[in-house]
């Protein structure tokens, strides 16, 4: 709790959470689940049909799962990171907090994380950076979302 700055930043970060849940991704990555399954299934058949042995199923199944988790898992959840970071500012928007500086929290997370941060193709969630850039970009569109719900008028930013 001593790494956020103020309640605008808690307030995004408990939003964040919370969006997980309204979006329901639990419940999508067990459906989604399934699917993957059979990918590695897919996968699976596609290598042992080229190397045909018992010794080679084992190596098989490791492709498949690796191939699995790699190139659909992981990016699927980074998605679903993306989203709720989105949905959270919405939130923290609607609830007339300022969401002027959430980027600052993923900028200082970055700061903090720089060296032993794991590069985003192998993670569950976006990099600090990106994370930081997608909601610099959605600013104005949260801004927007604040405003429309009579909020109070936010002071001027100093840096």
């Given at each position: 709790m001593d790494f956020v700055k103020n309640d605008d930043?808690?307030?995004f970060i408990i939003a964040h959470e919370m969006s997980?849940?309204?979006?329901?991704?639990?419940?999508?990555?067990?459906?989604?689940?399934?699917?993957?399954?059979?990918?590695?299934?897919?996968?699976?058949?596609i290598i042992w049909s080229m190397v045909p042995y018992d010794?080679?199923?084992?190596?098989?199944?490791?492709?498949?799962?690796?191939?699995?988790?790699?190139?659909?898992?992981?990016?699927?959840?980074?998605?679903?990171?993306?989203?709720a970071d989105i949905v959270g500012m919405i939130l923290s928007a609607k609830a007339c907090f300022d969401v002027r500086n959430n980027s600052q929290f993923w900028h200082r997370m970055n700061d903090?994380?720089?060296e032993n941060e794991m590069p985003e193709f192998l993670s569950t969630h976006p990099s600090n950076i990106n994370r930081?850039?997608?909601?610099?970009?959605?600013?104005?569109?949260a801004l927007k979302i604040r405003?429309?719900?009579?909020?109070?008028k936010l002071p001027e930013k100093k840096f």
């Open positions: 930043e808690l307030a997980h849940t309204i979006l329901q991704h639990g419940a999508e990555q067990m459906s989604h689940s399934r699917i993957f399954d059979i990918i590695s299934i897919a996968l699976s058949l010794t080679g199923s084992i190596f098989t199944e490791k492709i498949a799962e690796n191939m699995q988790e790699y190139f659909f898992s992981l990016p699927y959840e980074r998605v679903l990171e993306k989203e903090l994380n720089e930081a850039r997608d909601l610099e970009d959605f600013l104005p569109q405003d429309e719900c009579n909020c109070y």
